[in-house]
């Protein structure tokens, strides 16, 4: 079967899969805590904060494979910016312009199935909606940045962590923040 993009079936509002992970600490289980969570609050600054609705989890973008292209996380603000969310462990051996190349293939699928998604988050929310801006942010600890601070690029791109605690001593539906990274 050929891979192509998807029309439908974005598996929004849902887990698939395990819902525990086999390591407290992976990146799936973790991603599944800021998923079971729902919202992010991204502070930008000390008074200044954007909170994000996370909607989907693990998004399938493509057809005809059995993991295909998906994208961690996909959330909105107030403004109704459309979120993507790449997620890394500390221990990640990617580079952050492997994982730029990465988040821009997605925009650019997003950009193509967008009124897909529309349709399926109005069908599952009974909510229409229209997002404005697409927002991209790699979302790891503050670990993972320390030896790759030269290697972030300015530009459309948030660079986002979290602390241990943020996600590791949070309940499902509390939200948990996150910090722009210093360039």
């Given at each position: 079967?050929?891979?192509?993009?998807r029309k439908r079936d974005f598996k929004l509002g849902q887990i698939h899969g395990r819902?525990?992970?086999?390591?407290d600490k992976s990146e799936a289980q973790i991603q599944r805590t800021v998923f079971l969570s729902q919202k992010l609050k991204i502070w930008r600054k000390r008074n200044e904060a954007t909170t994000v609705r996370?909607?989907?989890?693990?998004v399938p973008l493509k057809t005809g494979c059995t993991r295909g292209e998906c994208?961690?996380?996909?959330?909105?603000?107030?403004?109704?910016n459309l979120y993507l969310i790449e997620l890394k462990k500390k221990e990640s051996q990617e580079r952050i312009p492997d994982i730029i190349e990465?988040?821009?293939?997605?925009?650019?699928s997003i950009k193509q199935i967008l009124p897909y998604i529309k349709e399926e988050f109005k069908n599952e929310y009974f909510l229409p909606i229209n997002f404005e801006?697409?927002?991209?942010?790699?979302?790891?600890?503050r670990e993972f940045y320390e030896t790759r601070k030269k290697d972030l690029i300015p530009g459309s791109i948030e660079y986002a962590y979290f602390g241990d605690r943020d996600i590791n001593k949070r309940k499902p539906g509390e939200i948990i923040n996150i910090h722009l990274v210093r360039k």
């Open positions: 079967m050929e891979k192509t993009l819902l525990q992970a086999e390591n996370i909607f989907g989890y693990e994208i961690d996380l996909i959330g909105y603000d107030k403004d109704y990465q988040l821009n293939g997605y925009e650019n801006a697409v927002k991209k942010i790699i979302l790891a600890p």
